[in-house]
């Protein structure tokens, strides 16, 4: 059964759950607030089909190209560019398979604010599946509908983490030509409690509900991005990232999946046809093609991968794989855990607000901190 998988290797993407042919795995979280697989003993026949689409014990091997093909790349859409986390590129892979009567599937925040996968047949349900979100999206069932899709004939697009891409793969244990898959250059999905606690902190401050939360807007910068919180009296906030108590412990790496800390999909080749992430460091390597509204570094892993990247009318030019990774090291490697990442859940766990205990484990910078940040900034600048 699937409990023979280490804990620290699942990466919650619910293959499992969704082969059982006798219902007997649901998905559950544990006290970091991360889905896991939860085996009902009675229902189980050790049948084995939940270990044969497990992507922590199984990889499926599909044909990449030889060199992967790589761009720096943009949507010709501003509106899309603008309402994008980086250059649009998302909505114009979706829109060339809504035009084919296709689906697409990604993930969004449902009607209680907690994200899953969905599915989308029109352009204005492309919307919630675009930009960054950087918790784990639940997938629930979402393979098995997606694979009778599949099996109709129709043309899919799914969008997802490296690891989510991955599970799909063993799940549908063959490649399917009507199927391209992309993923995104990852550091890591965050604590869905975590989140939700975030959130909860932010409605009884404001005394009313979040009914809009972008991670990544742009209203004057790409690299120096903000975070966007609309509530439902009207009230709205816009803060830099650096600023915004959820994205610091994010990206101090304190409350990531334990599975991130060691991610097997962070690398090439990829799992997915298609892989997308920001171009960051594009300002010094080709500064023509920053204009500081979001570049996207567009990776073709696959062959009809790059087919359909040619079928789109995009504003694009040639770059090497190794300036995508200069800026984007966890395109190839994972994030170490924060020192104090198990007192982080100690103390959560206790129900100390987060904004205290963010202030504990992220003590402001000192002066030598400063020094030192500037010193490595202007080396890495020379050895450009």
Same mark, same amino acid.
């Given at each position: 059964m699937i409990s023979v998988v280490p804990k620290q290797s699942c990466v919650g993407c619910s293959a499992c759950m969704s082969v059982c042919p006798f219902d007997a795995i649901s998905m559950e979280q544990d006290t970091e607030h991360f889905l896991y697989p939860k085996v009902d003993e009675e229902l189980c026949t050790e049948c084995g089909e939940c270990l044969e689409v497990c992507p922590a014990l199984n990889e499926i091997k599909f044909d990449r =190209?030889? /060199? @992967? %093909? #790589?761009? %720096? %790349?943009l949507s010709k859409d501003e509106a899309i560019r603008k309402n994008s986390s980086s250059g649009g590129l998302f909505y114009e892979l979706a829109r #060339?398979?809504?035009k084919k009567n296709g689906i697409v599937y990604g993930a969004a925040f449902n009607d209680n604010f907690s994200l899953v996968h969905k599915s989308a047949v029109t352009e204005v349900e492309i919307f919630p599946l675009m930009g960054s979100k950087y918790l784990q999206s639940a997938t629930n069932r979402i393979? $098995?509908? =997606? /694979? $009778? /899709?599949?099996?109709t004939g129709k043309e899919i697009l799914f969008s997802g983490t490296p690891c989510q891409v991955a599970g799909l793969n063993t799940f549908l244990r063959k490649? +399917?030509?009507? =199927?391209?898959?992309?993923? #995104?250059i990852c550091h890591g999905v965050a604590s869905p409690g975590v989140f939700e606690s +975030? &959130? !909860?902190?932010?409605?009884k401050e404001h005394n009313a509900k979040v009914i809009e939360y972008k991670f990544r807007a742009k209203p004057h910068s790409w690299r120096h991005y903000s975070t966007l919180i609309r509530f439902d !009296?009207?009230?709205?906030? @816009?803060?830099p990232?650096?600023?915004?108590?959820f994205m610091k412990g994010y990206l101090a790496d304190i409350y990531l999946r334990p599975s991130c800390y060691n991610c097997k999909y962070s690398r090439i080749p990829r799992a997915a046809d298609i892989t997308l992430g920001d171009f960051w460091g594009i300002w010094d390597i080709e500064p023509e093609w920053d204009d500081d509204k979001g570049t996207t570094a567009l990776i073709a892993n696959s062959i009809k991968g790059k087919q359909l990247i040619d079928e789109i009318s995009l504003k694009k030019r040639e770059a090497k794989l190794d300036w995508v990774i200069s800026g984007n090291p966890a395109l190839t490697g994972s994030v170490r855990p924060h020192k104090k990442r198990r007192y982080f859940y100690k103390e959560f766990n206790s129900g100390t607000d987060l904004d205290v205990i963010i202030k504990k484990c992220l003590p402001p910078p000192t002066l030598f901190d400063k020094i030192l940040w500037s010193i490595n900034?202007?080396? &890495? /600048?020379? &050895? &450009?």
């Open positions: =190209l030889e /060199k @992967t %093909a #790589v761009w %720096a %790349a #060339v398979i809504l393979f $098995s509908d =997606l /694979k $009778s /899709k599949l099996n490649d +399917y030509p009507n =199927l391209i898959t992309c993923d #995104v +975030y &959130k !909860n902190q932010l409605e !009296n009207g009230e709205e906030i @816009t803060e990232f650096s600023q915004n108590l900034r202007r080396i &890495k /600048k020379m &050895k &450009k």
